[in-house]
C-alpha cells in the first residue's frame, strides 16, 4: 500500500444561510474558489497531473446538481481531460470524497487526485427543492427517509445522551468556534 498525503487543505467561510453574505453566491462558484485556493498553495503541482475530482454533496440537485465536480473543477479552470464525480452521502458527503480518493491512491488507482465538499443550504434547501418519495419504501421500510432530527433523537436513546448533554455539547463548541476565529485560527484555511 501507498502512503497518501494531504498536499493542500482550504475551505470557504460559513454564512447565516438565508441572510449572509454568501447567500446569492453559487455552491458551484463556491467550490470553484476553494479549488483554486487549493492548487494555490502547491505551485509545484501542475493541474494536469491532477487525474480526478471527487466532491461530496448532499443535495445534488439544481445550483448545484449536474455532477458539480466537474462542473466546479471546469470553473476553476482545471482541463478537460480531468474527470470529476459528485458522490452523496447525505451530511458525511465530503468525508466521504476524501476517504475514497485516498483508498484510491493508497490502491495505486491514482497519484493525484482534488477530493472535498460543497453545499449551499440557503439555494437548496434541506431535502431537496422536490422530494419524491419511493411508494414502496414508504409502505415498507419508511426508515429509509428517516430525517436528521429524528435520527439524533434515536442516537440520543440508544447512547443515553440527555438534551441537556447535547444542548452543553453544542454551546461548547459554538464557543469555541467563536474563541478561534476571534484569534484567527481559521484564518490561513479560508480562500
Known amino acids: 500500500m501507498r502512503e497518501v498525503v494531504i498536499a493542500s487543505s482550504v475551505r470557504t467561510p460559513v454564512g447565516r444561510a438565508f441572510k449572509g453574505g454568501l447567500r446569492a453566491t453559487r455552491p458551484d462558484e ?79 488507482g491514482a497519484d493525484v487526485i482534488l477530493a472535498g465538499g460543497v453545499e449551499s443550504m440557503t439555494m437548496i434547501p434541506m431535502g431537496g427543492n422536490k422530494v419524491s418519495a419511493n411508494p414502496w419504501l414508504v409502505e415498507n421500510y419508511p426508515d ?10 434515536r442516537l440520543a436513546q440508544r447512547f443515553n445522551i440527555t438534551r441537556e448533554q447535547a444542548d452543553e455539547f453544542s454551546l461548547r463548541s459554538h464557543k469555541n468556534a467563536i474563541a478561534a476565529i476571534a484569534a484567527g485560527k481559521f484564518n490561513d484555511e479560508l480562500v
Open 30 to 108: 463556491m467550490a470553484a474558489v476553494a479549488i483554486r485556493g487549493a492548487l494555490a498553495r502547491i505551485p509545484q503541482l501542475d493541474p494536469k497531473e491532477i487525474e480526478d475530482v471527487i466532491f461530496g454533496c448532499a443535495m445534488p440537485e439544481a445550483e448545484q446538481g449536474m455532477n458539480v465536480a466537474r462542473i466546479a473543477s471546469l470553473r476553476a479552470g482545471l482541463p478537460v481531460e480531468c474527470s470529476a464525480m459528485t458522490i452523496n452521502r447525505f451530511c458525511s458527503s465530503g468525508l466521504q470524497s476524501i476517504a475514497m480518493a485516498a483508498d484510491r491512491i493508497r490502491a495505486g
Open 144 to 153: 429509509a427517509y428517516l430525517s436528521m432530527g429524528l435520527t439524533a433523537e
